[in-house]
């Protein structure tokens, strides 16, 4: 039976509020973090410890202080970063973020850039996806393709949708595979009926 925290796709209000913060702002010391969102130093360090264990935060560069000490700088993993649109956090602000925190990162950055004209509940799927398998498959892909089309958009944002897949050559072939392997599965749902 899954544990209590397995259950739950919502963090702790501090580990919430860390998490959107660093969606927003970008790399932060821990101390940083504390001094900007006003909750003390000790309940700030355990919350960043968590996020971290939990795999939601990760350590980059190190911040060098004139007095010769240095610190970590922790930012949102691709596990962190739905987390935060979960939350609500803005996908221009995570996708600006991302291009300068993993520059080479492109599937990250196409995700972020989808998620613009995303319907919220595929962040969802994305995350049980990630947390149960590592990665997305093509039914997963499927999944979150059905659940994107249950939302009113418009042709103007299906355009777009396909301007932003075209940005990115791999993640496209990708969308065009799990095309055809959705058609390839209806099809043989089509004979069975």
């Not at 259950?7 to 860390?18: A, D, F, N, Y």
């Not at 790399?27 to 971290?52: C, M, R, V, W």
């Amino acid at each position: 039976m899954p544990s209590k925290e397995e259950k739950s796709e919502h963090l702790r209000s501090l580990q919430k509020l860390i998490v959107l913060h660093l969606a927003k702002n970008g790399p932060q010391t821990i101390n940083q973090t504390h001094n900007s969102t006003g909750h003390d130093y000790h309940p700030t360090h355990i919350a960043f410890k968590t996020l971290e264990k939990k795999g939601i935060v990760r350590k980059g560069k190190m911040k060098y202080l004139n007095i010769g000490r240095k610190f970590p700088l922790y930012w949102l993993t691709e596990e962190g970063a739905l987390l935060a649109l979960i939350e609500g956090a803005s996908p221009t602000d995570l996708l600006t973020i991302a291009k300068q925190v993993y520059p080479n990162n492109q599937r990250f950055h196409f995700g972020l850039d989808m998620a613009r004209h995303a319907n919220p509940k595929i962040f969802e799927i994305a995350l049980t996806a990630l947390r149960t398998k590592g990665k997305l498959e093509p039914a997963d892909l499927a999944a979150i393709m059905i659940t994107q089309m249950e939302t009113n958009a418009s042709m103007k944002t299906f355009i777009e949708t396909l301007r932003t897949y075209r940005k990115y050559p791999k993640e496209y072939e990708q969308f065009r595979q799990s095309i055809t392997w959705m058609q390839e599965n209806f099809n043989k749902l089509k004979e069975m009926i």
